[in-house]
């Protein structure tokens, strides 16, 4: 984790990023109850998380893209046994961030 990060725990699941995570922030800023926000934020991680695991993506205009991506399969080595392996191609969750998100980002 960088230094400027900082982890936050929304209910059992650290999560990093920005102060607008924290559901106690949002809760102040909105006025909405903590544990509505906490309850919002938990169902979006799911939504999320099933979504990817089914092969579909997630787009937020003006944020980002949750996606899948699939790493090839390849050919790596054990170097204690002096062998070789294939790990196979299998999909990874990554983000792209929108335009307007990585110029906010880089001012």
Not at 78 to 86: A, E, R
Request: aromatic share 6%.
């Amino acid at each position: 984790m960088s230094a400027t990060a900082k982890q936050v725990t929304i209910g059992n699941n650290p999560v990093r990023g920005a102060k607008h995570s924290d559901s106690s922030q949002i809760a102040k800023t909105t006025g909405i109850d903590k544990a509505a926000v906490v309850t919002v934020i938990e169902q979006f991680m799911t939504i999320v998380k099933d979504s990817l695991a089914h092969g579909e993506n997630v787009y937020l205009r003006g944020f980002g893209s949750f996606i899948v991506k699939t790493r090839a399969e390849k050919t790596a080595r054990n170097i204690s046994k002096n062998t070789t392996l294939v790990i196979p191609a299998h999909n990874i969750p990554a983000f792209k961030p929108a335009n307007c998100f990585k110029e906010e980002v880089a001012k």
